[in-house]
Structure formats: structure tokens, C-alpha cells
């Protein structure tokens, strides 16, 4: 009897994506380094989130199309969510950015970026590695571990925010930008749960 072949072709799309994440997380790190760039950076972000949003079409065009699949399709469907779904909060974070027209560089803000830009290196790995349940575990502890460095810096710069008699608008503005980083990492630390229960599935 003769088996059909599964599509592997899901294995370089997850692939495509992770490099979108990192893409989109290196520019919004730069975004906050290099306020004076933000028009130039958020474009290039929203550039990325659509890259991000037509690879994750192609994947679920492809769980339609393919009789057999080398995960299950729940979890390929998942894991495809997850990933584009950090880079459509980071979009949101470079618009608000620029809606708020952000002037100035802010210490927290650099922190929770360069935080951020570690975890989509980190998923990264773990993606191009998903068929080594090592190689994953290790990516996802350290995901999980940044994602507790994050709410500390989290934390750190809502009270810095609030400390003596601050501008309102400012704290408006500021805090929200906090609040969609620190929500952005802790959905890199949801990927990094997909991606281990995943990897330990097919293992």
C-alpha cells in the first residue's frame, strides 16, 4: 500500500512568520531608540504585519488544501494565530506611537522592546526546532523567563510613570504604550506553551 505524503510545506511557513516577528520587533525597538524615526519605522512595521497577515492566509489556505498534515491541523491553525497575533500587537503598539506622537526616549520603553526583540529570537529557534522537544524546551524557558524580566520593568515603569506630579496626558499615553508591550511578551510566552505542547505531541 501506498502512503500519502504529508504536506511539510507548513514547516517553512512557520518559519516565514517567525521572521516577520523578529522583523517587526527589532523595528519597534528602534522605533523607541530612534523616536525621531517613528513615521519611518511605524510604516515599516505595518509593512511586516502584513507580510506576517498573508503567510498566516497561506497557511490556513494550505490546512484546506492538504489531505495529510504533519501536525494536527488545530494546532497548526494555533500556533499560525499565536505568531501573527504578536506582530499585530506590536503594529498596535507602533500606532499608537504614532497617534500619540511619541518625541521622546524613554528607558522602560527601550527595556520592554530589547525584552520583546529576546523572545521573538527566542520563538524563532523554538519554531525552526519544533521537531526537537529539546531544542524547544530550552527556547520556552527562556521565553517564560523574560516574560518575568518583562513584568518586573513592567512594574518599575508604571511607578516611574506616576512618581511625583506628572503630566495626565503623558501618563495616558505612556502607560497604554506599557500596557500593549508588557501584553505583547506575555503573548510570546503564549506561543512559547503552543509551541512546547506541540513539539512534545509529535515527539
Known sequence: MRFLPKDEGFFGLFDQLSVRLKNAAALLRDL????QRLEELTVRIKAEEHAADAITYDIMQRIDRSFITPLDREDIHLLA???????????????????FQIAERRESANALTQVLLECAEAIALGVKDIRTPTAVHKAARQVKELEERADALYSKAIATLFAGRPD?????????IYDNLEHAVDECEDVANVLESISLKNS
Open 81 to 99: 494565530h499565536r505568531l501573527d497575533n504578536v506582530v499585530d500587537l506590536m503594529d498596535g503598539t507602533a500606532r499608537r506611537a504614532s497617534m
Open 168 to 176: 495626565p496626558l503623558e501618563v495616558i499615553k505612556w502607560k497604554e
Open 32 to 35: 523607541f531608540n530612534e523616536p
